[in-house]
């Protein structure tokens, strides 16, 4: 059996406006505050990759964060 391909890049859901904010128990939410949001990707061989939402690599700008989670064995490995 083929091992599933992963995505070098997955785009994060956009904010969108509305009328009136809405909760759930259903739902987490994060406050966004000025600054950068990272997504980490994991790829095929496991190692995590850090995009900036428009796609752009971010583990340059932040290796101390890049190395956090490569080394973070609570992450999930493409082996398991």
């Keep these: 059996m083929a091992k599933p391909t992963f995505p070098d890049f997955v785009p994060p859901m956009m904010a969108e406006s509305t009328k009136a904010p809405f909760d759930s128990q259903d739902w987490i939410f994060e406050i966004k505050l000025d600054g ?34 490569s080394s973070n064995s609570a992450f999930p490995s493409a082996s398991t």
């Design 36 to 69: 950068y949001r990272a997504i980490t990707v994991f790829d095929s061989a496991g190692k995590p990759h850090l995009w900036s939402r428009n796609g752009l690599s971010l583990e340059a700008k932040f290796p101390a964060i890049a190395n956090l989670v």
